[in-house]
C-alpha cells in the first residue's frame, strides 16, 4: 500500500544497520557466529563484541549473565543476515551443513530465498539472498505465501567449490520481523508515525518498508494479542538500526516522535511494547 500525501513517508534510500542483541554467555556466543555464521570479529572485549564481514558491522552483541530466554511477550522473532548473492547464501548453507549447524525451516518467499535458525540463545536468524526485483510478483509473495526452498538449484550455483570457514564481503542487515501485541497498533506506530510504507496486512502479520522493498519490517501477534514488553534480563533484541541519507531526514522523524533518547549520530525511540528503533545518518 502506498502512503497518501498526509502520511509521513521515509526515504527510499534507507538501509538498515547493525542489530544489537543480549546474550547470555558472549565467548559461546562469538564462538558459534564464527563457526556456524563464518562471521569475523570486528572487536571483543569482556562484555561486548561486533560482528561482521571483515569491513562492515551488522551484529553487536552485549552480555548479561543473569539473562533468560524469550518467553510470552513482545520482542525478536528474527533479523535477516542479507547475504549480496545467491551464490553467498549457498556457501552459508554448505558452511551450516559441515559445522553440523540444525535449521529450523527454509522458504522460498519468491522475492528472496532463506534459512532460518536460532542462535545459542534462541534469537531468530533469518539467512536471505534477494531475487533481481525485476522477477519479484506484484503482489511481493504475499497472497499466497510462502513455498519450500529448492536446496538442489541453491547449491548448485557453487556445485564443486569447496567449503568456506568465512563469509565474505558484502554481507547487510536485510529486515527485522518482531513480536508486538496488536497489529493495528504496530502500524500506527510504524507506518504511520514513523514512515514506513505498509506493504501487505495478513491480519496476524503486517510488513512495511521503504522504497518499495519486500519488507524492512514485519512484526506479528503469533505470542498472543495484548502481549507486554520484554522484563529485564531476557536474551533478545536491544535495539535495531535505520539509516537515512542526511541528519536533517533523521530531524523529520524526530519531529514526529513524542518520546526520544539520545543516541550516537541521532536518536533511538521505543513502539508501544518497548522495543527500540535507532535512527542515524548514513556515514
Do not use: C
Not at 40 to 59: E, I, N, P
Not at 144 to 159: M, S
Request: proline share 6%.
Amino acid at each position: 500500500m502506498t502512503a497518501t500525501p498526509q502520511t509521513p513517508t521515509l526515504p527510499a534510500t534507507l538501509t538498515l544497520g547493525a542489530v544489537h542483541l543480549t546474550v547470555s554467555d558472549l565467548d559461546r556466543s562469538v564462538a558459534w557466529y564464527q563457526r556456524s555464521l563464518g562471521f569475523r570479529v570486528h572487536s571483543h572485549d569482556g562484555t561486548h563484541a561486533t560482528l561482521g564481514d571483515g569491513t562492515t558491522v551488522t551484529l553487536e552483541l552485549f552480555e548479561d549473565p543473569a539473562a533468560r530466554p524469550a518467553g510470552r511477550h513482545a520482542g525478536l522473532y528474527h533479523y535477516a543476515l542479507l547475504y549480496p548473492s545467491r551464490e553467498e547464501l549457498a556457501r552459508a548453507a554448505v558452511r551450516l551443513s559441515v559445522t553440523d549447524t540444525p535449521i529450523e525451516g527454509a522458504s522460498d518467499h519468491r522475492t528472496h530465498e532463506a534459512i532460518y535458525l536460532p542462535d545459542p540463545d534462541g534469537n531468530g536468524i533469518e539467512l536471505a539472498a534477494d531475487r533481481e526485483k525485476t522477477a519479484w510478483p506484484t503482489d511481493l509473495g504475499y497472497s499466497r505465501g510462502p513455498a519450500p526452498l529448492d536446496f538442489q538449484a541453491l547449491l548448485g550455483t557453487i556445485d564443486g567449490e569447496a567449503p568456506t570457514a568465512q563469509l565474505g564481503e558484502g554481507l547487510k542487515m536485510g529486515h527485522l520481523h518482531l513480536h508486538v501485541g496488536d497489529i493495528d497498533q504496530g502500524l500506527a506506530f510504524y507506518r504511520d508515525v514513523l514512515g514506513f510504507e505498509e506493504q501487505a496486512n495478513l491480519g496476524t502479520a503486517a510488513f512495511v518498508s521503504a522504497g518499495g522493498y519486500h519488507h524492512h519490517l514485519g512484526f506479528n501477534v503469533w505470542r498472543g494479542r495484548g502481549v507486554g514488553p520484554a522484563p529485564e534480563h531476557t536474551v533478545g533484541l536491544r535495539h535495531w538500526t535505520v539509516q537515512l541519507p542526511t541528519a536533517d531526514d533523521v530531524d523529520a522523524v524526530r519531529a514526529r516522535v513524542e518520546t526520544t533518547e539520545d543516541h550516537p549520530g541521532g536518536f533511538l525511540v521505543r513502539d508501544p511494547w518497548g522495543t527500540a528503533v535507532a535512527f542515524v545518518a548514513q556515514s
